[in-house]
């Protein structure tokens, strides 16, 4: 059985055929990380223009290598939320159209619900139940998994998400955009130890916040960093001048910072729940450090660890693809008259 995924939630405009739910056959991504690279984030404006331009090319592709055509599949599945609404609009509309005119299924896909079954895309996959960590630019979240279906809610960030302020604290290291890959590399270079920023732990809950750390980070750059390390004519290009040892050692202890808080709660989830077993997924979950940190954890206390490759932490249709085949063998199709929601609950 195929399905046709869609995703354009939000800067990537993404479509894949997977069969049974399980076999990639095509997964085209087109970034556009250059058109919104120079805001230092995405622009939602220009993110629904460019999906609209590129969303029969990328769609066209996936068909094309999967060497199939409308016909063959059983289902569109289109992601309709969370994300940025004008973005959302593009997919859903898309999917709708085609849907109307072929007589194909319409399954609608929550992002996060996509993010949780991204891990049953390669084997080995998870047996039920497990805990699900998401980590991406616009979420940072825990869930329980019974089933396809079945997600309790664990906890999730108050403020920022973990991607958010990787990307932050990239801006005003004036490192780029998306900040989360080009803080992983220097981090391997620096020293995690190197400056004490907070862990914000909030006892007794499996919630998140990271603006505190943001702000500590912002803090350290005007202040303590001048006077620790003079600055150095030429270097840098962000708010101040920083040598790059020391723009290595921020981003080390920066992430140190993040991913204490990642990993503890995944531990203190797992005793929760009396469950040993977990995913990773989001963007986030690409990081390297991350994932040894992950798999080390899950080492050390006898638990099973689950990580998509990084191709399939970070934004595609294959993971909404796989999820609304699940919908469809439990009959949950969509109506024409589906609309995106921007701030939709898993
Ligand atoms: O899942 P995703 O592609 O889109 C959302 O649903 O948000 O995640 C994008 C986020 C960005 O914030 C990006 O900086 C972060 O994932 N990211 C990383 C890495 N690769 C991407 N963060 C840390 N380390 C990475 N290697
Ligand atoms: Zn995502």
Redesign the pocket.
Known sequence: MLILGIDT??D?TSASVVEDGAKIVSNIVSSQTGVHKKYGGVVPELASRKHIEMIWPVVDEALKTARAGFKDLSGIAVCNGP?LIGSLLIGCSFAKAVCYSTGTSLIAVN?LEG?IVSSFLEEPCPDFPFIAMI?????TCLYRVDGFGKYKELGRTRDD????A??KV?KLLGLGY????L??KLAQKGNPKAIDFPRAYLPESLDFSFSGLKTAVLNFVRTEAHRLHPPVTGGGSGDVFLQSQLINDIAASFQASVLDVLVRKTVWAMKKERIKRITLS???A???E?RKRMEKMAEEIDAEVFIPS?AL???NAAMIAAAGYHHLQAGNIAGLDLNPVAYLIL
Do not use: K, W
């Not at 980590?135 to 979420?139: E, F, R, Y």
């Not at 998306?178 to 890959?181: C, E, F, H, L, M």
């Open positions: 939630s939000c990537d994300g992002h993010h980590v991406s630019g616009g979420h998400a973990a991607g958010e990787y990307d990239s998306p900040g989360g890959p803080i992983d989001g963007g986030v690409a990081n390297s991350l990084a932490c970070t934004d």
